[in-house]
């Protein structure tokens, strides 16, 4: 029986409870590229019970003995679940209790799992947001990527947890990761290419399937296996809507891979300038198996990330050939352990791994799809603090979601969003742009939170319609505001009545209104039609003008009244002709003159005057002639 401390043992836990208070029965750790690894360990004490809270969240670290005595392995990670499994009785010495426990041990980056959010990143690489992510939830981290990420102009975290978020962008750019451990922490490495590859210190490793003292691999399988031979990925960018930017890759190894096209329409322009690379990822990952072989060893070096080769297969075309472990379960057990456990020795450590050839990239397998927003939701329209309209050339806006906690309500808290408007076509359509502080219904392509797109403008309780309602119920229309800083008495307006008897229709211009028809315009009013003017009134008429009356025809001038006739004027009266002039008138052609007085008087003045008539009479208290001659007949 052996003794109960951990010194001689193949496995030995460190943990806040201090050394040799719990001793290890078994191991299981589950690994694998891009992914978070899990590891459970059954421990013990020596009667003595350990308070879950001193473990539960707290770093611990396992040391692996190599087994020719050269070095060892670590695992280190924080105890995320302890269940206390009761207690037992030493079979040699019936005065000792042992308490068992069961740790799930995992990475920090595991809290990431734990916390759902949304929110939104602007003008950031992939790089820029795991830095970010890792930082908030204390991850260790080493960035080995060698490729160059632009810079997303926006990127979504919607009702997701920060794991699945960072987890789809990295599949999406094809960065793959895993875990290097020291007896104090352990590390989440990123790479991107076979360059961040180590070696395992196992480098070179025999496969035997029978009894060997030495460290090998004691089961093999590998295989071929169909996958895709292409990928093709389509979108549409409204920059350049004639054309559908796309990537395309094809590796077509095997003779039926050539018709064995995947095809994606995304409809984001997002990545479109780097279409070609991002098809290259994903038939890289969709290949990734093809080649895929899995095996059974002791070798306690072999930890997933690294390479290992074969220096004696029963295949000579796998010796010198060099893999890459991609998944791993590792299982150590301490055989007799105060009674824990019965085991022999030679089952104290094996693993089950899985790899594939070191010139394959790995590129983790697109499994966290992006969220779907189904339906559509209301945002606020933003800008900059003196905006009243802020928008771009394209007529795009920046709104404030209601779930951006982040967001400071300002030019910054969106991408620009189209707005979709009733009518569109080139350099015609319905234009209506939202101005900030209006509420809109925000839907999204394909439900794709990348791709907003604005599909209307609602009223709340801070902004009400501009009618009162019910009691207006029968009118609608448009009513604008001036900006900037118009007030409520400050608005063009096109407003309808359609209540029945006081129908009417409403125009309202705050300045200036102007009325353009290119050919013939007829209005038609069946009753009264009043015009009134504040100030002058000016018509030029290019051609013809008749005006006819049906009845009585007044003008009222308060002042002067001028009227300018090129050629002819004719007056026609079907009965009396009345004119009348406070003060004179005068009837005045070249050197002929007519004048009227309100004193009575009245002069004609000519060269030659005549009178003709059947009968002519001249009647007044005195008349008087002067002439140089005077002529009667």
Same mark, same amino acid.
């Given at each position: 029986?052996?003794?109960?401390?951990?010194?001689?043992?193949?496995?030995?836990?460190?943990?806040?409870?201090?050394?040799?208070?719990?001793?290890?029965?078994?191991?299981?750790?589950?690994?694998?590229?891009?992914?978070?690894?899990?590891?459970?360990?059954?421990?013990?004490?020596?009667?003595?019970?350990?308070?879950?809270?001193?473990?539960?969240?707290?770093?611990?670290?396992?040391?692996?003995?190599?087994?020719?005595?050269?070095? #060892?392995?670590?695992?280190?990670?924080?105890?995320?679940?302890?269940?206390?499994?009761?207690?037992?009785?030493?079979?040699?010495?019936?005065?000792?209790?042992?308490?068992?426990?069961?740790?799930?041990? &995992?990475?920090?980056?595991?809290?990431?799992?734990?916390?759902?959010?949304?929110?939104?990143?602007?003008?950031?690489?992939?790089?820029?947001?795991?830095?970010?992510?890792?930082?908030?939830?204390?991850?260790?981290?080493?960035?080995?990527?060698?490729?160059?990420?632009?810079? *997303? #102009?926006?990127? &979504?975290?919607?009702?997701?947890?920060?794991?699945?978020?960072?987890?789809?962008?990295?599949?999406?750019?094809?960065?793959?990761?895993?875990?290097?451990?020291?007896?104090?922490?352990?590390?989440?490495?990123?790479?991107?290419?076979?360059?961040?590859?180590?070696?395992?210190?196992?480098?070179?490793?025999?496969?035997?399937?029978?009894?060997?003292?030495?460290?090998?691999?004691?089961?093999?399988?590998?295989?071929?296996?169909?996958?895709?031979?292409?990928?093709?990925?389509?979108?549409?960018?409204?920059?350049? !809507?004639?054309? *559908?930017?796309?990537?395309?890759?094809?590796?077509?190894?095997?003779?039926?891979?050539?018709?064995?096209?995947?095809?994606?329409?995304?409809?984001?322009?997002?990545?479109? !300038?780097?279409?070609?690379?991002?098809?290259?990822?994903?038939?890289?990952?969709?290949?990734?198996?093809?080649?895929?072989?899995?095996?059974?060893?002791?070798?306690?070096?072999?930890?997933?990330?690294?390479?290992?080769?074969?220096?004696?297969?029963?295949?000579?075309?796998?010796?010198?050939?060099?893999?890459?472990?991609?998944?791993?379960?590792?299982?150590?057990?301490?055989?007799?352990?105060?009674?824990?456990?019965?085991?022999?020795?030679?089952?104290?450590?094996?693993?089950?791994?899985?790899?594939?050839?070191?010139?394959?990239?790995?590129?983790?397998?697109?499994?966290?799809?992006?969220?779907?927003?189904?339906?559509?939701?209301?945002?606020?329209?933003?800008?900059?603090?003196?905006? #009243?309209?802020?928008? +771009?050339?394209?007529?795009?806006?920046? &709104?404030?979601? +209601?779930?951006?906690?982040?967001?400071?309500?300002?030019?910054?808290?969106?991408?620009?969003?189209?707005?979709?408007?009733?009518?569109?076509?080139?350099?015609?359509?319905?234009?209506?742009?939202?101005?900030?502080?209006?509420?809109?219904?925000?839907?999204?392509?394909?439900?794709?939170?990348?791709?907003?797109?604005?599909?209307?403008?609602? *009223?709340?309780?801070?902004?009400?319609?501009?009618?009162?309602?019910?009691?207006?119920?029968?009118?609608?229309?448009?009513?604008?505001?001036?900006?900037?800083?118009?007030?409520?008495?400050?608005?063009?307006?096109?407003?309808?009545?359609?209540?029945?008897?006081?129908?009417?229709?409403?125009?309202?211009?705050?300045?200036?209104?102007?009325?353009?028809?290119?050919?013939?315009?007829?209005?038609?009013?069946?009753?009264?039609?009043?015009?009134?003017?504040?100030?002058?009134?000016?018509?030029?008429?290019?051609?013809?003008?008749?005006?006819?009356?049906?009845?009585?025809?007044?003008?009222?001038?308060?002042?002067?009244?001028v009227s300018d006739i090129g050629d002819n004027d004719t007056l026609k009266v079907g009965k009396t002709l009345n004119i009348e002039a406070g003060d004179e008138i005068v009837i005045k052609t070249g050197s002929a003159q007519i004048k009227m007085s309100s004193s009575g008087n009245i002069t004609i003045e000519g060269t030659n005057i005549d009178i003709k008539g059947s009968n002519i009479k001249v009647d007044?208290?005195?008349i008087t002639l002067s002439a140089g001659m005077i002529k009667l007949n």
């Open positions: 029986m052996q003794k109960a401390t951990q010194d001689k043992n193949v496995i030995q836990i460190s943990t806040p409870a201090g050394k040799d208070t719990l001793y290890l029965t078994r191991f299981v750790a589950q690994e694998a590229m891009s992914d978070l690894f899990v590891m459970s360990a059954n421990m013990y004490t020596v009667g003595k019970q350990i308070a879950h809270e001193d473990l539960v969240g707290k770093p611990v670290s396992i040391k692996v003995r190599n087994a020719d005595g050269g070095g #060892e392995r670590y695992y280190h990670g924080i105890v995320s679940h302890l269940v206390s499994n009761g207690s037992r009785t030493a079979d040699v010495d019936e005065q000792k209790n042992y308490i068992d426990y069961q740790a799930t041990i &995992v990475p920090f980056a595991a809290s990431m799992r734990n916390r759902k959010n949304s929110r939104i990143y602007q003008k950031k690489t992939v790089q820029d947001i795991f830095a970010d992510l890792f930082g908030q939830h204390n991850v260790a981290f080493s960035d080995k990527t060698s490729k160059t990420y632009p810079k *997303y #102009e926006y990127c &979504v975290q919607y009702q997701e947890s920060d794991f699945d978020f960072i987890q789809r962008l990295l599949q999406q750019e094809g960065i793959f990761y895993f875990f290097e451990h020291s007896n104090s922490a352990h590390t989440l490495v990123l790479a991107d290419d076979i360059t961040a590859y180590e070696v395992c210190d196992e480098s070179k490793v025999v496969y035997s399937t029978g009894h060997l003292s030495a460290s090998h691999i004691s089961r093999w399988q590998g295989g071929l296996s169909l996958a895709p031979g292409s990928f093709k990925r389509v979108g549409y960018d409204f920059k350049q !809507p004639s054309r *559908y930017p796309d990537g395309e890759q094809a590796n077509p190894e095997l003779p039926t891979q050539s018709v064995s096209e995947v095809f994606e329409y995304t409809g984001e322009a997002e990545c479109h !300038p780097r279409a070609a690379n991002l098809a290259s990822v994903q038939l890289e990952s969709l290949q990734r198996d093809m080649k895929l072989s899995s095996g059974r060893s002791d070798c306690r070096s072999f930890t997933v990330g690294k390479l290992f080769s074969f220096k004696k297969h029963e295949d000579p075309r796998l010796e010198g050939k060099t893999f890459v472990i991609t998944s791993m379960m590792t299982s150590i057990t301490v055989p007799n352990q105060s009674g824990a456990l019965q085991a022999s020795a030679e089952e104290v450590y094996s693993n089950h791994f899985e790899c594939v050839p070191k010139e394959i990239p790995y590129r983790a397998q697109v499994n966290k799809k992006k969220p779907v927003i189904n339906g559509v939701q209301t945002a606020i329209v933003t800008g900059d603090s003196a905006d #009243e309209i802020m928008i +771009d050339q394209y007529g795009r806006v920046k &709104v404030q979601f +209601d779930w951006d906690r982040e967001g400071k309500k300002d030019s910054k808290s969106s991408c620009w969003i189209r707005v979709a408007q009733n009518w569109a076509g080139k350099k015609w359509g319905a234009f209506f742009f939202p101005r900030v502080g209006q509420e809109v219904l925000v839907d999204f392509i394909n439900g794709d939170p990348d791709q907003p797109i604005i599909s209307g403008a609602i *009223y709340n309780a801070d902004l009400m319609p501009p009618y009162a309602l019910p009691a207006e119920k029968t009118q609608s229309g448009i009513k604008t505001r001036s900006t900037k800083e118009g007030g409520a008495d400050n608005f063009n307006e096109l407003r309808f009545e359609d209540k029945k008897g006081s129908e009417l229709v409403y125009i309202q211009a705050e300045k200036d209104k102007q009325l353009y028809v290119k050919n013939d315009q007829n209005d038609k009013t069946d009753n009264d039609h009043n015009v009134e003017i504040g100030n002058d009134n000016k018509v030029l008429i290019g051609n013809d003008r008749t005006v006819d009356v049906g009845n009585n025809d007044t003008l009222n001038v308060k002042t002067n009244r007044g208290s005195a």
